[in-house]
């Protein structure tokens, strides 16, 4: 990457925008504006990012600037990135891309209308840890995947805006599609509202994958006392978890599995069903980079080539489609597809057949 001179935008300097901050700042050639409408956020920007120049008016910067970054609560995201993109600029806009299928789609539209390129924060792409399991799934050392189970839980932020599984699953949701190169095509969804919150905290979801029929199962929670970030792959010959939380053995394939013995046994058969093996767990090597820093550096990459990013706006609008289906699979209590197209319209959930939607709910 050639160190040209580039004025980026980092808007909203909250818990993650800081850290967008930091990474970009330490990026040579980069000039750095931050923009947030609390002042005490201002204040905080102005202590973290000393050499940023530091607003709360987004309108005074975005003729300057040659890319902006939103990394502001999830229902302003559409209306920031299309003010930017309107204009032209790249935007890499934070997960959720936005909180309806219909501004996510009018996001790429926008882009593609004004030449701009849009980019989702799917973070976990950038992550070699994630890249390492999609090459031990893909080498066939696993066998055939039997189903993947993620857990993401702590004593998390409640969210204003957002339940636990816009705010959480947008992380497995991105993991999976990435691990497998396929997208769910239905969602079953169950989740609970405690301490009488807002929104939902605690949520499971099931999904199924498109071409291999694959289950996964994604558990998300702000409200668990252990911190857990875990990816489970069984395969039919080993199993492998990915657990982000250790700083090394990121990664171990358990060369474990069970066996089915013959099916057409008389049930009073005194055999196990099954067979146990067991063998060695191995750890592959990783050489981890701060995934944010891979994924702004990346972005840095498309706003001063025009290169397409790795997670496009169409990736932000996978993740928002599935998102979208779990609340009406939650709220009818029944599996629901993916590719249909979600919505509120006069405050009801509807949902559209997928090749009759206009876009218009929000
Ligand atoms: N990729 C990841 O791993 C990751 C991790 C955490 C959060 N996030 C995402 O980052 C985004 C921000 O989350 P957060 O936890 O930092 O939220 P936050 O509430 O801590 O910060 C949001 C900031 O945006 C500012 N803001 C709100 N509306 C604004 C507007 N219209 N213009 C300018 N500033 C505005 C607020 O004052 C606040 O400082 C969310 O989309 C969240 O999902 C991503």
Redesign the pocket.
Known sequence: MSHQHTRLAV?????????HARVLSSVPGVDLVV????P??RAEAQRGCPNADIT?N?AEVLDFVDGVV?????R??G??AHRALRLGKPVL????LATSTSVARSLIDTAAEHGARLMV????EYNAAVWKLREVINSGELGRVLYIDTARLNLG?Y??D?DVI??LA??DLSIISFLMGERPVSVAAWAHRSLGARHADVAYLRLQLERSLVPAFVHVSWLNPQKVRRVTVVGDRKMAVYDDLLDEDRIRIYDIGVDSNDPGEPVDTPAMPVTYRTGDIVSPHVVLRE??WV?DTHFLDCVRTGARPLTPGASGLDVVRVLSASDVARKSGREVPVHDEHGVVDGRQVTFAHTKFTGTPS
């Open positions: 808007v909203g300097y909250g818990y993650w925008g800081a850290k923009v947030d409408n609390d005490e956020r709360g987004l939103v990394a502001t609560p999830p302003t995201h209306d920031i806009v934070e997960k959720p924060g799917h973070t976990f932020i969210q204003n957002v816009w705010d947008p992380h995934p944010l994924q």
